[in-house]
Each structure stands twice: as C-alpha cells, then as structure tokens.
C-alpha cells in the first residue's frame, strides 16, 4: 500500500497574499497587547524628495501599519536638502524616546545618497536591518527573534516556509548583490543549509548557472530581463524585481508570461515579494516596541 500523503500541495503562483492573511491575526494581537502595557507602536518614514516609487512604497508600508493598530508618520524633507540638515533631521526623529523605529526610504537624492543611511539610526530601532549590529548578527547567523532582519530576505523566507518549499541543501542562484536583497538573503539563506551561488552583472555564462538551480532568486531590477532562456523545468522562481514596463505597468525582473509556463513555482508582480517586504518591516516595529 502507498503510503499516506501528507504533504501540502504547493500552488503554481505564489502569491503573498494568503501569507499575510494568515500573519496579520497575530500582528494585530501583539499590538494590542503592547497598548495594554501603554506602548503604541511608532514608525517614522523618512522620505526626501518626490520619485513617485517610493511615494507608492511608503503609502502602503503607512496603510499596512495602521491596518495593525500602529502609527506610522511619513516625514516629507525637500529633495533640495544639504547632508547637513539631513543627518541632523534624522538623528532627530531617531532620538525621540516615543519613537520605537525608523527608516530612511531608498534612493535619496544624488547628494545624500553616499551617506550610509544604516548608521544614522540606532540598531534598535533600525527597522530596515542596516545598522553594522544587525549586520553582524545576520552575519552570525543568530536567531532574527534577536535582532532586526533586513525586511525584504526575511520577507521571503517567510514565503518559503509558509509554502513549506524546502531550502536545506538546495542549489539557490541569486542574481544582484545588492545591500538591501543579494548579499543578506545570501546569509539567511546559507544559514538554513542551502548552497548559493550569488550572481551580479559581471557574472559569465549566467543562463547556465541560472539553469542548474532548484530556486533562482532574481533582484536586479530590470524590467521582464529574465525569459525562458534562463531557466528550467521543475525550478522555483523568486522575482524581487518591482519595475515598469515599456506600458508603465508594474513587473518585475522576470518576464512572467513567458517564463510562468515554463516552471514549478514563481511569485507574481505585483503581490508576491513586496507586501512580504512590509510584513518583516512591521514585524520588526513590534519587535523593537517590545524592546524600548
Ligand atoms: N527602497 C527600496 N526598498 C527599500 C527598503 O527595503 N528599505 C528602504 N529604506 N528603502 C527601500
């Protein structure tokens, strides 16, 4: 007799939206019971200048926010504004006692955007996971129950557990070695077993290395970039990517129509990495209101 089967199918598209369903519950519990003990979760959105993406991004990090029972102020600085003003507007908002986490929304103008933003706010209450401590305690490989994560790797591992898609001792390609993306969730990643290989622009004979994995993580943010070509039967696809297309329609990095046939799994754009995104960054609110 065949053995019973127990394991949960896992759908083609993998969407977020049932993650953050069956998160939010508890998100709005924790932040209830931290107004018991008088604390009401605060994030402070710093946002220089007016590029429409992060107009959009901050909005909805604001909505989800408030969907859960925390504040969330976004703080609008003049695109115009010196280094000068900048650090000490930041080192302001940072300081305030009633303020639990905060975070400078990326890109800044061109002349802010050598400042490393991460050291300007206390690790604390580095919700983005910037600060060198969180660095390092990622780095470490410690429990993220013990420091702020970096929310978009975090945002996907949440995605892999909840579809119970198995990491340990997996071929896992990320192409961009980006700060905020490539090179933590590189570490996460390694930190559950997996085998990763992480790929950048100079990278040589990327199809074939794109190929051969079990899961191919794409974070260069280049509108439909990734077709067919680079990838195969059977793989789990992992779009970061959030661009407009040649229509100014919202895709990402990989080319869905042509490649979603094609592949075992893939997340959408939208709805699939981004709101995971900012589901880590609240998480990590609450973690450090619990904390102050
Ligand atoms: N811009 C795009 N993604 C991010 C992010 O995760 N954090 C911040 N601060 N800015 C971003």
Redesign the pocket.
């Known amino acids: 007799m065949l053995p019973f089967l127990t394991m949960k199918s896992i759908p083609h598209i993998l969407a977020s939206a049932p993650v953050i369903e069956a998160k939010k519950q508890k998100l709005i519990e924790q932040c209830l019971k931290l107004k018991e003990k008088k604390i009401i979760p605060s994030l402070k959105v710093i946002l220089v200048g007016d590029n429409p993406a ?1 107009l959009i ?1 901050t909005r909805n990090k604001k909505k989800f926010c408030e969907e859960i029972g925390a504040e969330c102020e976004i703080i609008k600085l003049p695109a115009s504004l010196s280094e000068k003003d900048f650090i000490s507007e930041v080192k302001k908002i940072a300081d305030n006692k009633l303020v639990h986490g905060c ?5 800044l103008p061109t002349q802010l955007s050598h400042i490393d933003v991460g050291q300007l706010i206390p690790a604390e209450k580095d919700v ?1 996971g910037f600060h060198a401590q969180n660095l390092y305690e990622l780095m470490k490989g410690a429990s993220t129950k013990s420091f702020l994560p970096p ?2 790797p975090k945002g996907i591992m949440t995605l892999l557990k909840f579809y119970e898609i198995p990491i340990s001792g997996k071929n896992i390609v990320i192409v961009g070695r980006s700060m ?1 993306v490539g090179k933590p969730l590189m570490l996460l990643l390694t930190q559950r077993d997996a085998t990763v290989t992480l790929c950048h622009s100079k990278t040589k004979n990327l199809t074939e290395i794109t190929k051969k994995a079990d899961i191919v993580v794409t974070a260069i943010g280049r509108a439909n970039f990734f077709t067919k070509e680079y990838f195969s039967p059977g793989q789990i696809v992992i779009d970061v990517g959030i661009n407009k297309d040649k229509h100014d329609k919202l895709c990402g990095d990989v080319d869905f129509e042509n490649v979603s046939p094609m592949v075992a799994h893939i997340t959408p754009v939208p709805g699939g990495v981004g709101p995971l ?1 900012i589901l880590t960054l609240v998480r990590n609110l609450l973690q450090a209101s619990n904390k102050i």
């Open positions: 992060s991004y975070f400078v929304q990326l890109p983005d929310c978009t905020i995104t």
